[in-house]
């Protein structure tokens, strides 16, 4: 359904300073109703990667097609017609609905645009239903942003996002304002959804964890950089990469053995140096890196599991 060639995105910072490369050389695909996972730090380019998919930020190369047809210069009004199979759910549920606005409101207005064809009380009917779908009561419709707290919010941002019955929605890291309970009560909302009306998700994050529960596929960035990609399962449970390592050990446990073992993990310290420009970018932080990071760029490689990995001792930490 979605497919990603090589895409790049670059910044211009003003005179005198270099480009910032927000992304380099991004490829991925998102299959009908699957969700594919897109993990890393914040400055990792996750979120320049789903906004250049939207074409809200402009694509320096590469290319970007939706269903085979090429969308990475679309115009307005392609990309108008696009946005009944491609939405987004933003990561600020307080900033991504209009507080001058009731919710009843800004569910319509989806519709109107649309299904201009549907009558209104055919649109007061999809919105009522909506709004249950996600957890809300029929009143909700009636009220504005204020009165409803981060994680209702977040509901109504979903439910807007599926009026129209999209086919892709790009979740640009909608849990991370969101409280650990609440998270849970929203990625099993997500799931429901899916399920329910046959979605594909772009789902981005920081935190793995959270990655894994909702994906079927999951890519790590570092600095614009595919780092790893592969079966979520596999990602998560058998990582290759030591970025991706990495990952996982800084996510919080209870165990505090478990702890004492990922402190004692690695036996070498990172090279305090700023990042190569021809090397890998990982290898000031690498406890793994040799000469050879710091002077060659590691190329996406294919491992036993089917985990692509970038990485020159991949096959050292895979044994």
């Not at 979520?232 to 991706?244: D, F, N």
Request: glycine share 6%; net charge positive; hydrophobic share 40%.
């Amino acid at each position: 359904m979605l497919e990603v060639r090589d895409l790049s995105v670059e910044f211009d910072l003003g005179r005198r300073r270099p480009a910032l490369r927000a992304l380099d050389d991004v490829s991925l695909t998102v299959a009908p109703r699957e969700t594919v996972g897109v993990v890393g730090e914040s400055g990792s380019g996750k979120s320049t990667l789903g906004r250049a998919i939207l074409g809200l930020t402009q694509i320096s190369s590469g290319s970007v097609f939706f269903d085979g047809v090429e969308i990475t210069h679309a115009d307005h009004r392609e990309r108008q017609r696009l946005s009944a199979d491609l939405q987004v759910v933003f990561q600020d549920p307080y900033s991504s609905l209009n507080p001058t606005r009731t919710v009843g409101q800004t569910l319509r207005e989806t519709l109107r645009v649309h299904r201009s064809e549907q009558t209104e009380d055919q649109i007061n009917a999809r919105v009522t239903a909506m709004l249950g779908r996600v957890g809300l009561p029929a009143d909700a419709a009636e009220r504005y942003p204020a009165h409803f707290s981060g994680g209702q919010r977040q509901r109504i941002a979903i439910a807007r996002a599926l009026m129209v019955q999209p086919r892709l929605v790009v979740c640009d890291e909608p849990m991370s304002a969101l409280d650990l309970s609440v998270q849970a009560q929203a990625l099993n909302l997500l799931r429901e959804l899916q399920d329910e009306f046959q979605l594909s998700y772009l789902f981005i994050a920081h935190d793995l964890a959270v990655v894994r529960h909702l994906s079927h596929r999951i890519v790590v960035l570092y600095r614009g950089r595919i780092m790893e990609q592969g079966l979520a399962s596999t990602v998560h449970g058998r990582p290759l990469h030591p970025y991706t390592r990495m990952l996982l050990d800084s996510a919080p446990v209870p165990d505090p053995a478990q702890q004492r073992r990922r402190r004692g993990s690695s036996k070498r310290q990172p090279i305090a140096r700023a990042a190569p420009s021809d090397g890998c970018p990982f290898a000031p932080r690498c406890p793994f890196a040799i000469d050879r990071c710091w002077s060659e760029r590691p190329t996406l490689e294919r491992a036993r599991s089917g985990t692509l990995v970038a990485c020159h001792r991949w096959r050292e930490l895979e044994s």
